[in-house]
């Protein structure tokens, strides 16, 4: 293949593919019906020049065929008034007007055939056109139809939904974040509360215990309980009689306690 070949073939392509773009279906219905309808016209026309020259071969093939019988009616009256000449001219004409006749019928056959085909052309085109005229309505309707689809999906593709509804995401994720994140610190919140009162309560039972435990070392106070000591407290500095002195040195240190735990704390 030659180089002007192959740059007459891209020509050719991108005149096409040119034409194709720029090809809109709402006008080119509108023109394929416009251009029907002046078919249509020219058609008629047509029609029409052939009726006319039908009709004028018919004419002469009228007067053909009147002359060839005048001439035949003029031949046999020749002969009977004894004209054999004149009545061989009236037959020679008579022939000519016969054989002009028979030609013109022959045209006047084929012309009406030419008419009647003519004819049935225009009433199909004339069919086609109604028919055409209803589907071109109909194919506007939809390339309307499609030319708004085909915008309204190039506007939706322009439209970057993505990115908001990852935004939508991270946002609806985070507010769950929060409320955990809240629902967690209300239950901290309540277990330190809780914590703290058994504290408290912790306290108050030590407290009762050291209470008690300050009344058992109390040498003033009673037995604890309603146990019976098997002797009341005796006085400061006395000894009972009978005791050892090992036991009076164990009293001293016992009492020596009970003052250190009596005391308040500094």
């Keep these: 293949m030659g180089l002007f070949d192959r740059i007459g073939r891209v020509f050719r392509s991108n ?3 040119a034409v194709s773009a720029a090809e809109d279906p709402e006008k080119i219905l509108e023109q394929t019906v416009v251009d029907m309808q002046e078919d249509l016209v020219k058609l008629r026309q047509a029609v029409a ?3 006319a020259s039908q009709k004028r071969i018919e ?6 065929s009147v002359q060839a019988d005048e001439w035949y009616k003029r ?7 004894g004209e054999e000449n004149l009545a061989r001219e009236a037959l020679s004409r008579k022939q000519t007007f016969a054989e002009t006749a028979v030609s013109l019928k022959q045209q006047l056959d084929q012309s009406s055939g030419q008419v009647a085909k003519m004819r049935q052309s225009m009433t199909d085109l004339e069919s086609k056109i109604a028919k055409y005229k209803t589907e071109k309505d109909m194919l506007k309707a939809r390339a309307k139809a499609a030319k708004a689809t085909e915008q309204l999906s190039q506007a939706m593709g322009q439209i970057d939904t ?3 509804i990852g935004a939508f995401d991270r946002m609806k994720e985070k507010v769950l974040e929060m409320e955990a994140k809240s629902e967690a610190i209300a239950e901290l919140a309540g277990d330190s509360l809780d914590q703290q009162f058994l504290s408290l309560e912790a306290n108050s039972d030590v407290e009762s215990e050291l ?3 300050k009344a058992q070392l109390d040498p003033s106070s009673k037995a604890i309980a309603g146990t019976p000591t098997g002797q009341e407290a005796l006085p400061a500095g006395s000894t009972p009689v009978g005791i050892p002195q090992e036991a009076k040195v164990v009293d001293a ?3 020596e306690l009970r003052s250190k735990l009596n005391q308040p704390p500094s």
């Design 15 to 17: 005149v096409n593919a």
């Design 49 to 51: 020049g052939a009726i």
């Design 59 to 64: 004419q002469q093939y009228n007067q053909a």
């Design 75 to 81: 031949a046999q009256l020749a002969l009977q008034k």
């Design 162 to 164: 993505t990115s908001a």
């Design 211 to 213: 209470q008690l435990l």
């Design 253 to 255: 240190e016992l009492e």
